[in-house]
């Protein structure tokens, strides 16, 4: 059985991301199917994982026998696999890139380490085993996490060569924000002990899924274009043919009597109308609730509601 057993508080998500639904929660969870309170849900799986605020607050609350976790981003899964199977040494290298960053004495300094070190992750890609755990793993979980938490709105963008480019942003006053709090990185460790990692492409977890299980997919958004550096999560654009591929899995998950829901942004329109998901999820059951995403926003400014689309195939 799994549960973060023993947890006051629950884990929460480490990172900054793009799209995470750290503040949509309260919004969402009314939306969850009764079968989950009802005990009739054993199986949850999440394959657009990010941040995964939606793992941490089910794994809180209930008990899954299986759970399983994946992302197209391997240094995202290898992150979490690491804090899973070797948290003491994640947070100890993660302490020891802290101390060097403190240490720089102004902005330039810090953003030279975040240059630094995003060229060493970039070169140490390149042939890297994502198969077998190792001591690189430690090392590169630990880059991920300082680039990620020094990165320009925790934008995890990435360029033609795959390499990840995003632009240093220093945070707290002079620049001391801690890169982690290890009580959080402990309680993540738990709540993810004996869940299945992978990574890849959202379909993954067709052979995972069952009647028994609930399946939430957040895909990235539509409206996000190609910047000069690249684009976010990948380099493949999240555009409305990705869309369609991910309506086509709904329907198939659908058919193997699993409960389903999905989130995306109702801020773009698209097609004709305007009611793309209006149309390609006709079938199924559409609500839209306010929330607020930090991406339409500029730094420092409070940001502003917008729609969120939330799809379900129970409750009909
Ligand atoms: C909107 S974010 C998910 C946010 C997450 N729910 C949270 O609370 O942080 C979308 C995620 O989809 C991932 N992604 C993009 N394309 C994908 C694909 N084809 N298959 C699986 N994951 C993909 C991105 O790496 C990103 O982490």
Not at 105 to 124: C, H, M, P, Q, V
Not at 219 to 224: A, D, I, K, N, Q
Not at 238 to 243: G, L, N, R, V
């Amino acid at each position: 059985m799994i549960r973060a057993s023993g947890m006051v508080t629950p884990a929460q998500g480490f990172l900054i991301w793009v799209g995470s639904k750290r503040s949509a929660l309260p919004r969402i969870v009314p939306f969850l199917p009764p079968e989950l309170p009802a005990g009739q849900i054993t199986r949850y799986a999440e394959p657009f994982l990010g941040a995964g605020w939606m793992f941490f607050y089910l794994i809180f609350w209930y008990e899954f026998e299986a759970v399983f976790l994946s992302d197209l981003n391997p240094d995202l899964i290898l992150t979490y696999i690491t804090i899973r199977d070797a948290v003491d040494e994640l947070i100890e290298r993660v302490r020891g890139i802290e101390r060097e960053l403190f240490s720089c004495s102004d902005r330039a300094g810090r953003k030279k380490l975040f240059i630094k070190t995003r060229g060493e992750y970039n070169w140490a890609r390149r042939g890297f085993d994502y198969s077998r755990f190792g001591a690189s793993w430690v090392e590169r979980a630990a880059q991920f996490v300082f680039l990620n938490r020094r990165s320009y709105r925790g934008k995890y963008q990435v360029n033609k060569q795959g390499n990840f480019c995003s632009c240093f942003l220093d945070r707290g006053r002079q620049g001391k924000a801690p890169l982690v709090k290890p009580p959080n990185l402990y309680a993540v460790s738990d709540a993810l002990a004996g869940v299945e990692l992978r990574s890849g492409d959202f379909t993954l977890c067709r052979d995972f899924v069952n009647d028994h299980t609930f399946v939430y997919l957040d895909p990235p958004y539509l409206g996000f274009k190609k910047h000069k550096c690249g684009v976010l999560y990948a380099y493949r654009l999240f555009d409305e043919s990705e869309q369609l591929r991910v309506a086509r899995y709904f329907r198939l998950l659908d058919g193997l009597g699993a409960r389903l829901m999905l989130s995306n942004a109702d801020t773009f329109p698209v097609g004709p109308e305007g009611n793309f998901f209006d149309v390609i999820y006709s079938d199924f059951r559409i609500e839209r609730v306010m929330i607020r995403q930090s991406f339409n926003a500029s730094v420092g400014e409070d940001y502003p509601p917008e729609p969120e689309l939330l799809i379900m195939n129970y409750g009909l």
